[in-house]
């Protein structure tokens, strides 16, 4: 499934005072099991874009089009194709709100009109994507979990919609290392069990290893599209509009600069680590 944007621009609050413009003739497709990051400094229009693809928003001008059919169009059964994209919110917890794990899974298939057995069994699948335990964690008030349980439980809840595209808006704000470390472990196993993933982050340390394209965006617009090795070049234009790099490609860089024999373009921690060892193994040190 693709979702296509074109020319769209977003304006809050238009014709008033405080009219504002979010959104700048934005035009970006999403292909079928790609996994996008977008990244951007705060109030560059990366929630607000989000809350495009499953119509939460509707453009001030331009199209959305979810598998070549516009998503605002007339004759269009809107609410099949919004199904289609799970969005989650920052902070999803928040939206907690039902006496047990179970039923707070249960509550968008069970608006879907689903029959009891296959709220049931999409409830199970959900908790078990989530690694939360069924047996264990099914009939527990949501409130009484830890913060990092309450953040999958919410995912869960969207997850048994079961959506062809999974939305992300920085899913692992306000949460330890620990709880960071497993919540994009979870959504690494999505996205390799076939689930299109898009993911809203500030931290380019996050989405270095997942993403297969990176989205930047800045002042409502995008100002760059590419592989993450592509992107991680163009270090001036990400600090420019204060991203940076991640720290890998940072310390590869100094180590460069100090006369390592090492590739200019790496990124990720696995790959430095591997051409260190690799130095290592050639001087005689490992």
Excluded: W
């Amino acid at each position: 499934m693709s979702i296509e944007l074109r020319d769209v621009t977003y304006t809050y609050s238009e014709g008033s005072a405080f009219q504002s413009t979010a959104l700048k003739n934005v035009n970006l497709t999403i292909h079928d099991g790609e996994f996008i990051a977008l990244v951007g400094h705060t109030g560059c229009g990366k929630s607000t874009l989000v809350q495009h693809l499953n119509g939460l928003l509707k453009p001030s001008s331009g199209q959305v089009l979810i598998d070549g059919q516009d998503l605002h169009g007339e004759n269009v059964d809107r609410r099949k194709l919004r199904q289609q994209v799970g969005l989650v919110f920052q902070y999803p917890e928040y939206q907690l709100f039902e006496e047990t794990v179970a039923r707070d899974i249960a509550f968008g298939p069970r608006n879907q009109g689903l029959s009891d057995s296959e709220i049931d069994s999409r409830v199970h699948r959900a908790m078990a994507h989530m690694h939360l335990n069924y047996d264990t964690l099914s009939q527990r008030s949501p409130f009484e979990l830890s913060g990092g349980q309450m953040r999958r439980v919410a995912i869960a809840g969207v997850l048994a919609m079961e959506p062809k595209v999974l939305v992300l808006d920085e899913p692992t704000a306000g949460l330890d290392p620990r709880g960071r470390d497993r919540i994009l472990g979870i959504v690494k196993e999505l996205h390799r069990s076939g689930t299109t993933v898009v993911m809203v982050s500030h931290s380019m340390d996050d989405v270095a290893p997942l993403a297969t394209r990176i989205v930047v965006m800045s002042q409502g617009e995008i100002a760059a599209s590419g592989a993450p090795r592509e992107i991680f070049r163009q270090r001036a234009l990400m600090e420019s509009i204060g991203l940076g790099v991640p720290e890998a490609a940072r310390l590869n860089q100094a180590l460069r600069e100090k006369g390592l024999d090492l590739p200019e373009a790496l990124y990720t921690q696995e790959e430095l680590l591997t051409h260190l060892l690799r130095l290592g193994k050639e001087a005689g040190l490992c």
